[in-house]
């Protein structure tokens, strides 16, 4: 059974960057695609980004549009959540999730999930 662990989160500046990792354990990544999410304080979860086993990605949320990329290693085992100029709305808990696709990837029907890493954007 796979298991995921977030990490990369913390505290940074408005326009500061950070690199979330997904590691993945249990089982090969290549078959699975992987999206992240994140939920904000008294928001609900929110997808992202998805990626396919070859790399292809998705975006599902605007605001993160020219800021945030999707990026896998899968002889690393982990897929990774590039951030750039966070802003304070970008505050949330970040978790990344798989299911088992070769082919194509999406936010539903998530079969795995990480517990989490939180990153704060706040000057």
């Known amino acids: 059974q796979l298991q995921l662990v977030e990490s990369g989160g913390g505290l940074v500046q408005p326009g500061g960057s950070l690199r979330l990792s997904c590691a993945a354990s249990g089982a090969t990544l290549d078959y699975y695609a992987i999206a992240w999410f994140r939920q904000a304080p008294g928001k609900e979860r929110e997808g992202i980004l998805c990626?396919?086993?070859?790399?292809?990605?998705?975006n599902f949320a605007e605001s993160v549009n020219g800021r945030f990329a999707i990026s896998r290693d899968n002889a690393k085992k982990t897929a990774y959540l590039e951030m750039n100029n966070l802003k304070p709305e970008d505050t949330a808990v970040y978790y990344c999730?798989?299911?088992?696709?070769?082919?194509?990837?999406?936010?539903?029907?998530?079969?795995?999930w990480g517990k989490g890493t939180l990153v704060t954007v706040s000057s």
């Open positions: 990626i396919t086993s070859r790399g292809g990605s998705r």
């Open positions: 999730a798989a299911r088992m696709d070769p082919i194509y990837c999406s936010i539903t029907d998530m079969e795995y």
